[in-house]
């Protein structure tokens, strides 16, 4: 016959086993940075939407006086190059300036060596955000670049531009809407509608320009 008092003494025992074990599932998770995580992960939306918007607009102009395909290609991978190496070169300027702030208020912290050194390696990487923005960018760019390349009749060039455009406007609204917790329609709209206008303004005052005879 057990002694009295032993079974509790096991049934806590049990306890605290499954209460550590809790403990360590919570110190994995809170390893996870999920914010940080939904961050990057909006941040290269809303960088396929730059690079979906500024080449498809750059194409339009192209188009509202150049019926020609090559100059409508031409011009949209110059607008991927040159979009690409600015959001890459302005994410790494802008990274590593707040990798040098942070550094500097480590420094200025009096804590263990330990808790530094933690702090340290959670810092952003400016080649790795400058990488992920140039391609997020170029992942959006190249979207219109392949709805026009095989389509030779010039009206129908343009209104696959747009279409293909704005479905991937809803698209990158919906992600975003998710990831910002934001209302759906809302998002999707206002991407939607932001995305028509610069394609719409593009193509109206590149078609002024060209038609007013302006010589080059």
């Not at 941040?43 to 395909?69: C, F, P, W, Y």
């Not at 290609?73 to 590593?96: D, P, T």
């Not at 997020?136 to 190249?142: K, P």
Request: charge should be positive.
């Amino acid at each position: 016959m057990a002694a009295p008092g032993t079974q509790n003494q096991l049934t806590i025992h049990v306890d605290d086993d499954a209460v550590q074990k809790q403990l360590r599932r919570g110190v994995d998770d809170n390893d996870v940075d999920y914010f940080q995580r939904a961050q990057w992960l909006r941040a290269a939306v809303l960088g396929a939407n730059d690079g979906l918007v500024t080449v498809a607009s750059l194409m339009m102009g192209v188009g509202s006086v150049k019926e020609e395909i090559k100059p409508m290609i031409l011009a949209g991978f110059a607008g991927l190059f040159a979009g690409a190496c600015s959001m890459a070169i302005g994410e790494y300027v802008s990274v590593y300036t707040q990798r040098d702030i942070q550094m500097a208020q480590i420094k200025r912290e009096k804590t263990r060596n330990q808790q530094e050194a933690g702090k340290i390696e959670q810092l952003p990487n400016p080649m790795q955000a400058a990488f992920a923005s140039a391609l997020a960018f170029s992942v959006g760019a190249v979207l219109p670049l392949l709805a026009a390349a095989f389509i030779r009749v010039h009206k129908v060039r343009l209104a696959v531009v747009v279409i293909v455009a704005s479905l991937a406007l809803v698209v990158f609204g919906g992600v975003g809407a998710a990831l910002g917790r934001t209302p759906m329609v809302k998002s999707c709209a206002r991407v939607l509608f932001g995305g028509w206008m610069a394609m719409a303004i593009t193509f109206g005052l590149t078609r002024l320009i060209g038609s007013s005879g302006l010589q080059m």
